[in-house]
């Protein structure tokens, strides 16, 4: 099974309105982190945001923010008052405290945003 | 240095040749992780060391693969015997830590063409 499931290929959104992009993911740990990464067209990986499994509240960053439902096993990324430059590529990722191998990240195949006037 | 630096940005070989990449991780960062990405898909992990250690080279896809870092700072991916399905983005990462919220910070990543 993936360890990270990201539906969405492809979003388009216009200028300052809010995007909801979906993860999902899969680990048996009682104890991991998930993080979202954005990656412009100039290939560089840029953190956005962290969660981890206990935190009781979800994490904000300016205007990302992370809705964290455990029970769903769910970390989607809003991006509230879209701006031109969030166009790039979104990508999800799980870092497991104990399974999965050690404290690697792994990733979701990603959601290309295009944000539109 | 203020950034993840990785060389050469672009590498362009043959089938058949050796080639080397470098990552130059955030000084102090002692965990330091190789990922390679292909055209359209997510990072895929290679291995990542603890030091001058390989805690994790689990995703090294075969024996062609090796990477070193003897000094416990700058890594070299090393690939013998290139092949056409090597062709990929390969990204370095380094972080102060390896649990928890220790956040990876990525280089540019090094585009290996093979032909």
């Known amino acids: 099974a993936q360890k990270i499931t990201q539906t969405q290929p492809g979003m388009f959104v216009q200028e300052k309105e809010a995007v909801t992009l979906d993860c999902t993911y899969d680990?048996?740990?009682?104890?991991?982190?998930l993080f979202w990464y954005k990656q412009p067209s100039s290939g560089e990986m840029i953190f956005l945001i962290y969660q981890g499994s206990y935190d009781q509240q979800n994490a904000t960053e300016g205007h990302y923010s992370l809705n964290f439902q455990k029970a769903r096993k769910s970390a989607n990324l809003v991006i509230s008052a879209s701006q031109l430059g969030d166009s790039a590529m979104y990508f999800c990722a799980m870092r497991e405290a104990f399974t999965g191998g050690g404290n690697k990240l792994t990733f979701g195949t990603g959601t290309q945003l295009k944000v539109e006037l | 240095g203020a950034g993840v630096s990785q060389t050469p940005s672009n590498k362009v070989t043959e089938k058949g040749k050796y080639v080397e990449l470098r990552c130059d991780p955030i000084?102090?960062?002692?965990?330091l992780y190789w990922y390679r990405q292909s055209l359209g898909q997510g990072p895929e992990f290679l291995i990542y060391f603890q030091g001058t250690g390989a805690a994790d080279d689990s995703g090294l896809p075969n024996d062609r693969f090796f990477a070193v870092r003897p000094e416990g700072s700058v890594s070299t991916l090393k690939i013998q015997r290139t092949e056409r399905g090597d062709s990929a983005v390969y990204l370095c990462?380094?972080?102060?830590?390896?649990?928890?919220?220790?956040?990876?910070?990525f280089g540019a990543g090094s585009r290996l063409t093979v032909l």
């Open positions: 990462a380094s972080s102060l830590g390896e649990t928890g919220a220790n956040v990876l910070t």
């Open positions: 000084s102090g960062h002692t965990a």
């Open positions: 680990t048996s740990d009682p104890s991991y982190g």
